[in-house]
């Protein structure tokens, strides 16, 4: 298996763009996960899905963020308008089962100026 | 609700010298405790994991974790450290409904010293 795979692996957009993350879980899992990674928050849980429902977005920052899993294989993060602050490391993981280790991609690197 | 915490966002050690990443977690259901090892520029990668069974878990490169239960403890532990073990270090609890949320703490960066 391929493992996580999150596209693209950097992006540099200027400010108020619209910005789409992407990824393919592992074949087979059912829940996916989308943190984010700053030096000053550490790794923030944005939203997870389980059967491609969402469960909990209470961590997506603001309206600015949106995200979708459309099917079992994919999933989307965007953000629009995009600003400075958001620039950060986006890390995108799934998990098989309840309970069970997530397993993580490599992450995008957005850089928002 | 669940959260970690992991005492000291620094640890540096010799190389050769044990390790210890402390973690404490909350959880109103058993908890599931992972450990995970980011280095440079790279996603996490799973260490260890205890979900029931025996308290004593190892992982790999040589790492362990003790489940403690009475003290809400899950450390990490490497006997002798290696230069290569130079990353961040996570713990995360999970647990609950089939749905649940995997909770990380705010991470351990570990120096190793020639």
């Known amino acids: 298996d391929a493992g996580v795979i999150q596209s693209p692996r950097h992006e540099v957009t200027e400010m108020g763009q619209e910005v789409t993350l992407r990824c393919k879980p592992i074949?087979?899992?059912?829940?996916l996960f989308w943190y984010r990674q700053t030096m000053m928050r550490g790794l923030e849980l944005l939203i997870y899905?389980?059967?491609?429902?969402?469960?909990?977005d209470s961590g997506m920052p603001e309206d600015r963020f949106s995200a979708k899993m459309p099917n079992a294989s994919f999933s989307t993060l965007k953000i629009q308008p995009s600003e400075p602050r958001d620039s950060a490391v986006y890390f995108c993981?799934?998990?098989?089962?309840?309970?069970?280790?997530?397993?993580f991609g490599q992450g995008t690197r957005l850089t928002v100026v | 609700a669940q959260s970690v915490t992991q005492l000291g966002s620094h640890v540096s050690v010799s190389e050769g010298a044990l390790v210890l990443l402390r973690c404490n977690y909350s959880?109103?259901?058993?908890?599931?405790l992972f450990w995970y090892v980011q280095y440079p520029n790279q996603g996490l990668q799973l260490l260890l994991k205890y979900t029931t069974g025996a308290t004593l878990v190892k992982g790999i490169n040589g790492f362990e974790a003790e489940f403690k239960k009475s003290e809400t403890s899950f450390h990490l532990t490497k006997p002798s450290a290696h230069m290569s073990d130079a990353a961040e270090y996570f713990c995360?609890?999970?647990?609950?409904?089939?749905?649940?949320?995997?909770?990380f703490g705010e991470g351990t960066q570990l120096t190793v010293n020639p």
């Open positions: 993981a799934s998990r098989g089962t309840p309970n069970t280790e997530a397993f």
């Open positions: 959880s109103s259901v058993p908890p599931y």
């Open positions: 995360a609890v999970g647990g609950g409904t089939s749905g649940s949320r995997l909770t």
């Open positions: 899905f389980n059967n491609n429902v969402p469960i909990d």
């Open positions: 074949s087979g899992h059912n829940s």
